[in-house]
């Protein structure tokens, strides 16, 4: 299991929150697919809040998570042809 810190852990628990509130999504953080769910669920959210805090949590583990998520926000732009409110 990855180690986060406890600004890391904020950060999911309040992801947690509103991706069950939004989507019904019950992921847990000990679960080893963790970054690549909230990657999947980044372009189903339509919450511009939930979007910018699976980013900001992104940056923060940064390396090849953020660079998935901006492959992910680039062909939702592509599918959509609009501009991701958070790019």
């Given at each position: 299991?990855?180690?986060?810190?406890?600004?890391?852990?904020?950060?999911?628990?309040?992801?947690?929150?509103?991706?069950?509130?939004?989507?019904?999504?019950?992921?847990?953080?000990?679960?080893?697919?963790?970054?690549?769910?909230?990657?999947?669920?980044?372009?189903?959210?339509?919450?511009?809040?939930?979007?910018?805090?699976?980013?900001?949590?992104?940056?923060?583990?940064?390396?090849e998570w953020r660079e998935r998520l901006?492959?992910?926000?680039?062909?939702?732009?592509?599918?959509?042809g609009k501009r991701s409110l958070l790019?």
């Amino acid at each position: 299991m990855k180690q986060y810190t406890k600004k890391q852990i904020d950060q999911l628990v309040e992801i947690r929150r509103r991706l069950k509130s939004e989507l019904g999504a019950a992921i847990q953080l000990a679960d080893p697919d963790l970054l690549d769910l909230l990657i999947d669920y980044w372009p189903r959210s339509r919450d511009a809040i939930t979007r910018s805090r699976i980013r900001e949590f992104m940056d923060e583990v940064g390396g090849e998570w953020r660079e998935r998520l901006d492959r992910v926000r680039a062909a939702e732009e592509r599918k959509t042809g609009k501009r991701s409110l958070l790019s």
